[in-house]
């Protein structure tokens, strides 16, 4: 079974639209946790760290569940800029740059 | 400021031959992280650097691989030889502090095919 766990998609939306993107990981020692974002045959990119109080950065909203094990990202008024890879990750530790990705949803706004 | 470089961009080699990667972190940024992915798989570590030393090479697949950081700069990562299962996509990422995610940047990665 894998660490962190993504519905690979692809989700295809129109603009406009609100996504949401669920995760699990399966160690419940997990420690920081985050959503990066790849571009297609680009490096993967911090979108926003996650946290158990809920954090907003403009349209994107994420939400960590640590009795289920679960992390969300919700994408509020998708913009075509939008389309790109999700990936979602942790760690183990805190304070350490080894990242445990999943293997990331890929969302396609279209016009 | 200059970003995290990867070089060669892409390299097609044979099953057999060598091949040696190239990483520039961010100028002063004494971290440097090897990661991989390989075709319909997550992102994984391979290891990390403080400076020349090795922190963490518990991600490296085997003894085909051998990572460098002489002089604590840039890093070469040598895959010799060269099977079909490393094709895949090698990122590496480096950051100034021991952080956690939210301080690694990430180069724009080496496309290896070997074939």
């Known amino acids: 079974r894998k660490e962190v766990e993504q519905d690979p998609g692809p989700f295809n939306v129109p603009e406009g639209a609100t996504v949401a993107f669920n995760c699990t990981y399966s160690?419940?020692?997990?420690?920081?946790f985050f959503w990066y974002r790849q571009d297609c045959r680009k490096e993967p990119k911090l979108l926003m760290s996650?946290?158990?109080s809920g954090n907003e950065d403009g349209r994107f909203t994420a939400q960590l569940n640590r009795a289920s094990q679960y992390i969300s990202l919700l994408i509020r008024d998708s913009k075509l800029s939008d389309s790109a890879t999700y990936l979602c990750?942790?760690?183990?530790?805190?304070?350490?740059?080894?990242?445990?990705f999943g293997q990331g949803t890929t969302l396609q706004v279209k016009p | 400021e200059a970003g995290v470089t990867q070089f060669p961009s892409h390299s097609v080699i044979e099953k057999g031959q060598t091949v040696t990667l190239r990483c520039d972190p961010i100028?002063?940024?004494?971290?440097l992280y090897w990661y991989r992915r390989v075709m319909g798989k997550e992102i994984k570590f391979l290891l990390h650097?403080?400076?020349?030393?090795?922190?963490?090479e518990s991600g490296m697949p085997n003894n085909r691989f051998l990572a460098e950081r002489t002089g604590g700069t840039y890093s070469t990562l040598k895959v010799q030889p060269a099977e079909l299962e490393d094709s895949g996509v090698y990122f590496c990422?480096?950051?100034?502090?021991?952080?956690?995610?939210?301080?690694?940047?990430f180069g724009s990665g080496t496309q290896l095919s070997v074939l």
């Open positions: 996650v946290y158990s």
């Open positions: 990422a480096s950051s100034q502090e021991l952080g956690s995610g939210e301080k690694l940047f």
């Open positions: 990750v942790v760690t183990r530790t805190s304070n350490t740059g080894k990242l445990i």
């Open positions: 100028s002063g940024h004494d971290n």
């Open positions: 160690n419940s020692a997990s420690q920081s």
């Open positions: 650097f403080v400076k020349e030393s090795k922190q963490d």
